[in-house]
């Protein structure tokens, strides 16, 4: 299919967030570019909204920015004034991953205590005791924060197509530059190859490194040591904190559980 005289991505974005209704959402805004250029793929039309927000954390592109996010997938116009306010640094210079992974809650829970298995709960001790900002990679649902609810599901990254899993890191990557500035950051992804990989380019992009530790660098340390006496109770409130956070709602549900993974 011949694309001359078509108007590009870029200029579809531009006329999109001119028509919509403000504040409109990143779905909206999709499906009207996506309309005009069916012959253009939803990551494409994703990255190419990332790059057009002025506060979602990448490095510049070179061109005027044309929206500002306002919410979480919601945005407005760019307008002189705005500072990208809605996302923060990082400190240390370092963001942790963790995909989900093992047996899950029977009913809805935070993202944090959703999973259940010993190497989720290692690798979630681990990224509190660290200090860094962390989230929980889904197949499902992309970036989660740790408080995040979510229902129980039954989806790998694993089984999933490779324009799944293209689709699915740029729309990972689109969330996370939402959280924080990716420009010089590390990104340590937990969770094997399968969530990596595709995370690998759209970090690039951002200016971020991935890094991919070997299996069981987060094991558990002897009882006893004398790092545990520190870190036990640091990652007891911090997770006591999300379970008070939601138990006022979910306590009457069956087969939920607020009990320590």
Request: without cysteine.
């Amino acid at each position: 299919m011949s694309t001359a005289g078509l108007p590009t991505i870029w200029e579809l974005v531009a006329e999109g967030a001119a028509t919509l209704p403000e504040p409109f959402s990143r779905a909206a805004l999709l499906n009207w570019v996506s309309a005009r250029r069916p012959d253009v793929g939803v990551a494409s039309i994703a990255a190419h909204i990332q790059l057009a927000t002025d506060n979602a954390g990448h490095p510049p592109s070179g061109r005027a920015p044309l929206l500002h996010r306002v919410d979480r997938g919601r945005y407005v116009r760019h307008r002189e004034g705005h500072r990208g306010e809605d996302v923060v640094s990082v400190a240390s210079g370092r963001v942790v991953l963790i995909g989900s992974s093992g047996a899950t809650t029977a009913a809805p829970a935070p993202a944090a205590l959703l999973f259940t298995s010993p190497g989720f709960a290692r690798a979630r001790d681990a990224a509190v005791r660290s200090g860094s900002p962390w989230f929980v990679l889904s197949a499902k649902h992309g970036l989660l924060d740790p408080a995040d609810v979510v229902g129980p599901y039954d989806l790998q990254i694993g089984d999933q197509s490779a324009r799944y899993r293209t689709a699915w890191g740029e729309w990972v990557v689109g969330q996370l530059a939402e959280r924080v500035r990716l420009d010089g950051v590390t990104v340590e992804v937990h969770g094997g190859v399968d969530f990596a990989q595709p995370l690998r380019q759209p970090l690039a992009v951002r200016g971020a490194a991935l890094e991919l530790p070997l299996p069981g660098v987060w094991q558990e340390r002897p009882l006893g040591s004398d790092d545990d006496a520190h870190a036990a109770p640091v990652v007891k409130v911090a997770l006591g904190r999300l379970r008070n956070l939601v138990s006022r709602h979910r306590h009457d549900e069956p087969g939920w559980s607020a009990s320590a993974s």
